[in-house]
């Protein structure tokens, strides 16, 4: 890695500290779960709500912010979400009813929302082509690390007194040093350069690719930046019409098949899954530190071969896998045809095959996909339909498991693996070689 690679490599993991804020914040509740039920006496169909409410600020965030992100700059708008993360975990942590902890979730889904599409737009426009899928896929590493970290804070804060406050309140910790951080790295260099501030934007640029890449960038640029003179009823117009509209419908899908594949109700609710097959708080718990692991280790698998295999074809290969292997999670809940002492490696091999295609590629593609000239607002409108799909999969899972059987639950999920699949193989471009 040269030294213009090394600082790229410096701002994306600076930057992907808002993805580990993210994953952080996603995660931290399902440590709460055997706790805040107890607590507030919560039903099922109110705990998907508790747990889904985080997904209606990130609806909101993820378009406010794409708005906010073309105003401010990138690298105000992540400040931003910081401030957001302290205020809310720190209020979470010492709500005294339910009704304001869903209220500061709401506040808290508005950050993660906006996080959800500033770090992988920042670490895309900042990174040389060759090493942009690896870099944007740094983003979902700081996502899975942030799930980790909350999983092992929800481990070793079980024991104590007030248990779910402080699982809550260690949500300002990442926060603040993200804050801290965030000042040691530069605006987004296109940014910049469609905003008219070239000179700026050009000595940025310049640190982080060659000479020749400079070149050809900078024609690129120049070609698209009318963006500064298009007002935001023209970009809109210009999203929803041809070519564009059907960027922005796969975008929508891959971005929607994300989040009902199944992955996130595993990792969401595991405490809950694995109560099923007999499974103490503690050993919950500690299952759930042993899926954030694989989740991390999968995802360096994803970071080292993205730029190799392509992103098309590691969708297909993770939406295919995943079809079979939950199937066979829904089969150990079924019969005698797979012992349940097999579901834990089961569900281990899915999250892994999750974390090593789905789950990156899906943010490296939806920060490619897209010209310069929309890019903001098309990808704030996939990623607000994620965060749709988001919501959705958390309050209705809970009920799904209790109203449902086991086996019914996981082959639903298995189905629409299947369907992806098909929406993959037959519509979905491959975009590595794409202008960012």
């Known amino acids: 890695m040269n030294a213009r690679e090394s600082k790229v490599l410096l701002y994306s993991l600076i930057a992907s500290l808002g993805g580990l804020l993210f994953g952080f914040d996603i995660a931290i509740f399902s440590g709460t779960i055997p706790f805040i039920v107890p607590h507030f006496n919560l039903e099922p169909d109110q705990l998907g709500w508790v747990a889904s409410c985080l997904y209606v600020g990130c609806i909101f965030g993820a378009m406010a912010f794409g708005r906010i992100a073309q105003r401010l700059g990138r690298k105000p708008s992540l400040i931003l979400v910081s401030l957001i993360f302290i205020v809310s975990s720190i209020f979470m942590g010492i709500a005294n009813n339910i009704d304001s902890i869903i209220f500061w979730r709401i506040v808290a889904g508005f950050s993660v929302g906006g996080a959800s599409i500033l770090s992988p737009l920042y670490i895309a426009e900042i990174s040389p082509q060759k090493i942009r899928g690896k870099m944007v896929s740094l983003n979902q590493m700081a996502i899975v ?221 939806i920060a490619e996909i897209f010209p310069l000239r929309i890019r903001e607002q098309a990808m704030s409108i996939a990623s607000a339909f994620l965060w749709v799909a988001c919501f959705g999969i958390t309050y209705v899972f809970p009920v799904m498991i209790a109203t449902l059987t086991t086996f019914q639950t996981f082959t639903i999920f298995g189905g629409l693996c299947a369907i992806y699949f098909l929406f993959l193989w037959l519509y979905v471009p491959e975009t590595k070689n794409n202008r960012v």
């Open 145 to 365: 690390i942030g799930i980790l970290l909350a999983y092992l804070s929800n481990y070793f804060l079980s024991g104590i007194e007030g248990n779910w406050r402080w699982m809550f309140i260690s949500g300002a910790v990442p926060a603040t040093a993200f804050l801290i951080a965030s000042f040691f790295f530069p605006e987004s260099p296109k940014w910049l350069i469609y905003k008219g501030r070239l000179a700026e934007g050009k000595r940025i640029l310049e640190n982080t690719v060659d000479e020749k890449e400079l070149v050809n960038e900078l024609e690129y640029l120049q070609s698209q930046n009318t963006k500064g003179k298009d007002s935001i009823g023209a970009i809109y117009r210009s999203i929803f019409q041809k070519p564009h509209s059907f960027l922005l419908l796969i975008a929508i899908v891959i971005a929607v098949f994300q989040q009902i594949s199944g992955a996130n109700a595993v990792l969401f609710y595991a405490p809950i899954i694995f109560e099923k097959v007999g499974m103490d708080v503690e050993n919950q718990l500690l299952i759930q530190i042993l899926i954030g692991s694989v989740n991390l280790l999968f995802t360096l698998v994803a970071i080292r071969t993205v730029d190799k295999v392509g992103r098309k074809k590691l969708m297909m290969i993770g939406a295919g896998t995943m079809a079979i292997l939950l199937l066979l999670i829904g089969l150990s809940f079924q019969g005698d045809f797979i012992p349940q002492k097999f579901v834990s490696v089961l569900v281990l091999l899915f999250i892994g095959t999750y974390a090593a295609t789905l789950a990156p590629v899906t943010w490296v593609i």
